[in-house]
Antibody, heavy 117, light 109 residues
Framework: QVQLQESGPGLVKPSQTLSLTCTVS??????????WNWIRQPAGKRLEWIGR???????NYDPSLKSRVSISLDTSKNQFSLRLSSVTAADTAVYYC?????????WGQGTLVTVSS | EIVLTQSPATLSLSPGERATLSCRAS??????LAWYQQKPGQAPRLLIY???NRATGIPARFSGSGSGTDFTLTISSLEPEDFAVYYC???????????FGPGTKVDIK
């Protein structure tokens, strides 16, 4: 079991880039066993998978967000990060990071990001 | 994209009763389905994976079944801590992707 903690700005202006970091403890982002994921949940709505990165750096993104999303690894800090560009109010959500072997085994507590001027 | 639908949207039951939740996929996903429980203000928790396997530490009152397009989560006897929202989630190789259902809220009658 790993522990995950999201961090980053809680308020982002429209058209700007949302940037979040997930710090992993109790495991290594370099471990070959895991995918590292970002998932979001708008208020009162279903969970939405954003994308994932594997330990060797390969990525997969949800097709609806692919043109705006980038996920990266920082093995020296045992972190992985999310960048979502050109945000609008529709990107307002609680953002979770999660580890995945086959399914989402461990989750961060989530961080609310509001897009507003 | 594979779409998941869940029914019912809300299930009103009393402690001790049996809960049966349904999840349907728009095309076959074999057994690549998981169930999660989410309580207000908390992250989801993995309950069931590969349609019928309980995750570590999950009580035996939770069980999953199904394959292909139709899946069921059963809670044999509801405990007070089981009142929550339940989501199903699929991972498919083709088309590639991960999607969640809209959720079923189990609330106290």
């Amino acid at each position: 079991q790993v522990q995950l903690q999201e961090s980053g700005p809680g308020l982002v202006k429209p058209s700007q880039t949302l940037s979040l970091t997930c710090t992993v403890s109790g495991g290594s982002v370099s471990s070959g066993s895991y995918y590292w994921n970002w998932i979001r949940q708008p208020a009162g709505k279903r969970l939405e998978w954003i994308g994932r990165i594997y330990t060797r750096g390969s990525t997969n993104y949800d097709p609806s967000l692919k043109s705006r999303v980038s996920i990266s690894l920082d093995t020296s800090k045992n972190q992985f990060s999310l960048r979502l560009s050109s945000v609008t109010a529709a990107d307002t959500a609680v953002y979770y990071c999660a580890s995945m072997k086959g399914y989402f085994d461990d989750w961060g507590q989530g961080t609310l990001v509001t897009v507003s001027s | 994209e594979i779409v998941l639908t869940q029914s019912p949207a809300t299930l009103s039951l009393s402690p001790g009763e049996r809960a049966t939740l349904s999840c349907r996929a728009s095309q076959s996903i074999n057994s690549y389905l998981a169930w999660y429980q989410q309580k207000p203000g908390q992250a989801p928790r993995l309950l069931i994976y590969d349609a019928s396997n309980r995750a570590t530490g999950i009580p035996a009152r939770f069980s999953g079944s199904g394959s292909g397009t139709d899946f069921t989560l059963t809670i044999s006897s509801l405990e007070p801590e089981d009142f929550a929202v339940y989501y199903c989630q699929q991972r498919s190789n083709w088309p590639p992707g991960i999607t969640f259902g809209p959720g079923t809220k189990v609330d106290i009658k």
